[in-house]
């Protein structure tokens, strides 16, 4: 827990999301500002800055959000025609929340190389 951190707060429930996903070790909820008709963060209840962080106690935890984002796109029938899971890792790569999540993104043809 950092007291400073919005996911953290939405955590907390001091901050509003739409929550989809609820267990002991992670939420889901729907991105604030989503780029494609699905657009989920998955993210652990552990405060974590960024991937960099993760150490070897952590590698349950990280299976397990992609066992979530999974089950979400099963559920959100977006599984067989495909989907995208992105963590980006500090500036360059885009990050702008430093408490790790897992973007489902799908819904559409995504594009490569990302941008
Ligand atoms: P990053 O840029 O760190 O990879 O992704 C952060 C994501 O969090 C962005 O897609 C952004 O739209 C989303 N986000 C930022 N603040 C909030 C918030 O308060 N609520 C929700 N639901 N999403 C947020
Ligand atoms: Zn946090």
Same mark, same amino acid.
Do not use: C, G, Q
């Given at each position: 827990m950092s007291s400073e951190c919005i996911f953290c707060k939405i955590?907390?429930?001091?901050?509003?999301?739409? !929550?989809? %996903? $609820? +267990?002991?070790r992670a !939420?889901? %909820? $729907? +991105?604030?500002?989503?780029q494609a008709p699905v657009h989920v963060l998955v993210?652990?209840?552990?405060?974590?800055?960024t991937t960099l962080d993760l150490s070897q106690e952590d590698n349950v935890l990280i299976g397990h959000l992609f066992q979530v984002a999974n089950r979400i796109a099963v559920e959100k029938n977006i599984a067989e025609r495909g989907f995208r899971l992105i963590m980006n890792t500090n500036p360059e790569a885009g990050q702008s929340v430093y408490h790790i999540h897992?973007?489902?993104l799908g819904g559409r043809a995504m594009l490569w190389p990302p941008g």
């Open positions: 955590l907390s429930r001091k901050l509003p999301a739409r !929550i989809i %996903f $609820d +267990d002991d !939420i889901a %909820f $729907d +991105d604030i500002n989503p993210i652990p209840k552990k405060h974590i800055s897992l973007h489902l």
